[in-house]
């Protein structure tokens, strides 16, 4: 697969271009299924981009839509090829088919503005940390399967630290993550020093919300904001849940996520005012 080539979402922008011949012919999803003899939850799949398509899906649906023009037909049945190659992530699939799916968008965005109110944020999470949230969280995994998982959110990083085209990360962390002592005061103690340093790059943004803000905006849980390069990629948001995940797209949901978290930068420490509190926070688990 070329370099370039994100198969999630390729399925992703494929899954508009057709809700959007099928719109253009005034079809239900359902009408559209009674045509082909699927479920109409198949055709609704297809067009969110959770679920793989092949080209004869796409030449199935093309001609239910009377596309004539022979090169658009050709192009996204290109795209329904691509979409079905797998990305670097695929590999570790069979560990949280639904996460996959993150990690793939996670991949190519742009940028990336996320809250998380109970642990540090999984790109800015160190070795030993994320291997003792890990093993907190899921108190029966496998050995073996812990160390993959912890291996994926090490790969995941490098998006962090490219030195061409590096995320855009701003993440709002509460207060109530950098007091939980996640794997004893030596491994927080190294997790602190580290959001510091990374907190320094150009295009990461730390910020860290008090207690003494109280109530604020972000209290019903952590949600992350994914914007892609490519203008016809619409910004999606996700919630993460325990056994399966939500992702928004409608421009509705987008505006209401994005305006909350303005509130919640607002809120929050400075950049500034983050670094010295956490370093402060390093000097009381030294303390002991």
Not at 59 to 88: I, N, T
Not at 168 to 184: H, K, Q, S
Request: with cysteine; net charge neutral.
């Amino acid at each position: 697969m070329a370099a370039n080539v994100n198969p999630t979402v390729r399925r992703r922008r494929l899954g508009q271009e057709l809700r959007r011949l099928r719109e253009e012919r005034q079809m239900t999803a359902e009408e559209v299924a009674e045509r082909l003899l699927v479920s109409q939850s198949k055709i609704s799949r297809l067009e969110n981009g959770r679920r793989s398509i092949s080209p004869r899906d796409v030449r199935d649906l093309c001609g239910v839509y009377d596309v004539k023009d022979r090169k658009l037909v050709e192009s996204l049945m290109q795209m329904a090829k691509e979409s079905r190659q797998q990305g670097w992530w695929h590999a570790f699939a069979e560990l949280s088919p639904t996460y996959s799916v993150y990690i793939g968008l996670e991949t190519e965005a742009a940028s990336l503005r996320i809250y998380e109110p109970q642990v540090v944020p999984g790109l800015l999470q160190t070795e030993d940390y994320a291997r003792a949230v890990i093993r907190g969280a899921l108190p029966e995994i496998a050995e073996e399967d812990a160390d993959r998982r912890v291996q994926v959110r090490m790969r995941r990083q490098q998006r962090v630290h490219e030195t061409r085209n590096p995320l855009r990360l701003w993440a709002v962390v509460d207060e109530a993550a950098l007091r939980r002592v996640v794997g004893g005061p030596e491994v927080m103690s190294a997790q602190l020093r580290h959001l510091v340093e990374v907190s320094r790059l150009p295009h990461v943004t730390l910020q860290v919300m008090p207690f003494s803000c109280g109530a604020h905006p972000g209290l019903n849980g952590q949600y992350a904001i994914l914007e892609f390069p490519d203008s016809a990629d619409s910004s999606v948001i996700y919630l993460e849940g325990v056994t399966s995940d939500l992702y928004l797209e409608k421009a509705n949901d987008v505006q209401h996520y994005s305006v909350m978290y303005e509130h919640l930068r607002a809120e929050a420490h400075s950049p500034e005012q983050t670094r010295e509190f956490i370093a402060a926070m390093v000097k009381e688990y030294a303390a002991g």
